[in-house]
């Protein structure tokens, strides 16, 4: 079972061996939602699912009678990227034929900063046996590995029963309960630019959550696009940490999506499983009366 990275390599040996497995594409462009699965269908691994950031893996805000986003009633957080409930989610994997006795495999050509989305949830739902493919499509082509194109046979729906929560999800009254004591450690997954409110493309608020670090996700990723070694992250984020307990911490970003490699490295890195701020800062910014730092 491979729980955090697989290699090209070991994802060509399970499906040698015709192992229970179902690869995800999880590739995705926040300036163009429909290029993700264009891209898809251009190429992608053989019998490859596309999960799209926007509909399978976010339940979409709806609009109100004035127009304003609204996450839906049931959905697990709030921001851009709103989580799904556990069901809603359970549903979708059945719906394309996930069970819960196979190996999960979630790729991207974005560096890892989607598929680790889909990662997580499957942890989230209680399915442990999912592993993010450690360089990408660019890794897996660099390997020789087969590529199709078009759409993919659908398989046969199968009935995906979620288990207990293998990942801590936290909620914006928990952020902000925290506010100012020992724990959480907030880490900021945003570039720089938006960690400082120099910038704001895309939330009606700049700048972060008050005490909050920052590393931004592509730190995580050396020139190869593979994850650095173990040892390279532990001591990075060491060094973030500045004696903080590592349990303390809480990653989040800008809606909940590109603070997972940070979270992901760290397991590869040996620390203990840390908490997802999904709502993130889409979600804290719009929540009224929270305080908001610069700088």
């Known amino acids: 079972m491979y729980t955090t990275l697989i290699s090209a390599e070991q994802l060509k040996d399970l499906l040698a061996a015709k192992a229970r497995l179902m690869v995800f594409d999880c590739t ?20 490859a699912v596309y999960a799209h950031l926007e509909h399978a ?15 839906p009633p049931d959905a697990a957080s709030g921001g851009r990227h ?4 556990r069901e809603k989610f359970a549903t979708w994997l059945s719906g394309v ?17 989607y598929c680790g989305r889909l ?15 450690d360089g990408g499509l660019q890794a897996w082509q660099a390997s020789g590995g087969e590529l199709r194109s078009g759409a993919e046979p659908s398989h046969f729906q199968s009935n995906f029963e979620p288990g207990p929560p293998l990942r801590n999800l936290v909620s914006t009254q928990q952020v902000a309960q925290g506010l100012g004591q020992p724990a959480p450690t907030l880490i900021d997954a945003r570039a720089v630019p938006r960690y400082r409110g120099e910038v704001e493309p895309l939330d009606p608020v700049a700048g972060h959550i008050p005490g909050a670090l920052n590393r931004p996700f592509a730190s995580n990723l050396g020139p190869d696009g593979r994850f650095k070694p173990p040892q390279q992250l532990r001591a990075e984020f060491e060094q973030l940490l500045q004696g903080r307990d590592p349990r303390s911490v809480v990653h989040h970003c ?19 499983p840390t908490g997802l701020y999904a709502g993130s800062w889409s979600e804290w910014c719009r ?9």
């Open 287 to 295: 929540t009224p009366g929270l305080p908001v730092e610069k700088g």
């Open 28 to 47: 995705f462009d926040l300036t163009d939602p429909a290029s993700g699965e264009k891209q898809y269908l251009q190429a992608h691994l053989p019998g």
């Open 82 to 85: 709103p989580l799904p409930s």
């Open 254 to 272: 800008g809606s909940g999506v590109s603070a997972v490699p940070n979270l992901l490295a760290m397991e590869i890195a040996g620390f203990a």
């Open 97 to 113: 034929g996930f069970a819960n006795d196979m190996q999960a495999v979630v790729y991207d050509r974005n560096g890892n900063n």
């Open 119 to 133: 990662w997580w949830m499957l942890k989230w739902v209680g399915h442990d046996a999912a592993a993010v493919l």
């Open 57 to 71: 893996l976010s339940d979409p805000p709806q609009p109100d009678a004035e127009g304003k986003l609204h996450p």
